[in-house]
């Protein structure tokens, strides 16, 4: 497993968990992602994406790789991320922009 980064306009936008490039580009074109992308909004109100600019995909860079470890090892200490019910802690998404009334990090959709 990998840590990818979806971009947008340049700027990273979310940290996820992939088993290679393939894999994580089916997430950043999935129809989950990109429904949560148009419906969450920045602390401004405006959308994390238009609905037609580009998103970007990388491998994450230590310090983004680092950060979504470290929201999920919080996760798991929270019970977000309840490993005795069977949760995979690779399914931890974590987004670097502040979302009003969101925590930093969600559990992805199953089947993603």
């Known amino acids: 497993m990998q ?3 979806a971009t ?5 936008v979310l940290a996820f968990r992939a088993e290679d490039d393939e894999q994580a580009r089916d997430v950043v074109d999935g129809d989950s992602l990109r429904s949560d992308l148009r419906v969450l909004t920045t602390e401004e109100g405006k959308p994390l994406w238009d609905g037609r600019s580009a998103i970007g995909l990388r491998e994450a860079s230590r310090a983004e790789h680092d950060e979504w470890e470290k929201s999920r090892d919080e996760a798991i200490r929270d019970g977000e991320i309840d490993l005795d019910a069977g949760h995979d802690p690779n399914d931890w998404d974590i987004y670097f922009i502040e979302i009003p ?5 969600r559990r992805a959709p199953q089947g993603r």
């Open 3 to 5: 840590t990818y980064v």
């Open 8 to 12: 947008i306009g340049g700027k990273a």
């Open 101 to 105: 009334g969101a925590g930093r990090g």
